[in-house]
C-alpha cells in the first residue's frame, strides 16, 4: 500500500513520468499505469487467490507425515 500511494503521488504532485516512476521503483510501466486509472481510495490487489492443487485433500495427511518425519533421526545422527 505505500508503495502504490508513493507512485500516485510523484506522479500527480511531482510531475515525474511513468518510465521514470518505473526505474525508481522498479515496478513495470504497465502496473504503475494500473495504478493511476484506478479511482482514488482503491487497494491495489497484489495477492493471488489460493490455487487448488491435486494435492489439496490429501493436505493435512502429510502434514502429519512431514511433522513425524521432523522428529526421526537423520541418517548422519545414526551411529555406524
Given amino acids: ?3 502504490y500511494a508513493k507512485v500516485r ?3 500527480f504532485r511531482e510531475h515525474v513520468s511513468i518510465s521514470e ?3 525508481r521503483t522498479s515496478l513495470s510501466r504497465n502496473t ?3 495504478w493511476l486509472r484506478a479511482p482514488d481510495g482503491t487497494k491495489p490487489t497484489c495477492c493471488r487467490a489460493r490455487a487448488i492443487v ?3 485433500p490429501f493436505e493435512a495427511r502429510l502434514r502429519l507425515w512431514l511433522e ?3 522428529h526421526r533421526p537423520s541418517a ?3 551411529p555406524h
Avoid: C, E, W
Wanted: zero cysteines.
Fill in 9 to 11: 503521488r510523484m506522479f
Fill in 68 to 70: 513425524a518425519d521432523a
Fill in 1 to 3: 500500500m505505500v508503495m
Fill in 21 to 23: 516512476i518505473g526505474r
Fill in 76 to 78: 548422519t545422527d545414526v
Fill in 32 to 34: 504503475i499505469k494500473k
Fill in 54 to 56: 491435486k494435492l489439496t
